[in-house]
């Protein structure tokens, strides 16, 4: 099956705009091989570039809470780089430290809740009426049921 590039491009646009994204040169590239993830991007802030991964066979069911959610980590991607630097400055470079990798996991944990947020919330606020994605507690329910 997989998704469809042409509706993945234009949900792209249009959240750029929305975001104040514009002055970013996002390229879009689809993950044909078998990948934990729905989407993630990488970026260059250097030269404003940013890669947007997408599953072809995603776990969200929403392509456009997908694409928000990734442009919102490209948003906040300074305050991102800044706090992990933050924890590394204070805790060092010691992976195997429990207090650097408890720091690490609380920050992880709290950007994933806020991004997905605010994903929700700029989604309500632009009349998006497609039912949020619950692909991953889906996944879990599944799972613990035998389905």
Do not use: Y
């Not at 646009?13 to 044909?32: A, E």
């Not at 030269?47 to 948003?75: G, Q, Y």
């Not at 949020?132 to 389905?147: A, P």
């Amino acid at each position: 099956m997989g998704v469809d590039v042409n509706k993945l491009e234009k949900l792209i646009s249009k959240w750029q705009d929305i975001l104040r994204l514009r002055d970013w040169d996002i390229k879009l590239k689809i993950v044909d091989t078998e990948w934990r993830k729905s989407g993630d991007i990488k970026i260059d802030m250097d030269d404003r570039k940013a890669v947007m991964l997408i599953n072809n066979n995603p776990k969200s069911t929403n392509l456009e809470e997908l694409v928000v959610h990734e442009l919102l980590h490209l948003k906040l991607w300074g305050l991102d780089q800044m706090l992990e630097g933050l924890i590394v400055r204070v805790f060092g470079e010691d992976d195997d430290d429990i207090k650097k990798e408890f720091a690490m996991n609380q920050f992880f944990l709290l950007l994933e809740s806020t991004v997905e947020d605010l994903t929700k919330g700029f989604l309500k606020a632009n009349g998006c009426k497609e039912e949020l994605s619950f692909g991953r507690l889906q996944k879990l329910i599944d799972d613990e049921i035998g389905c």
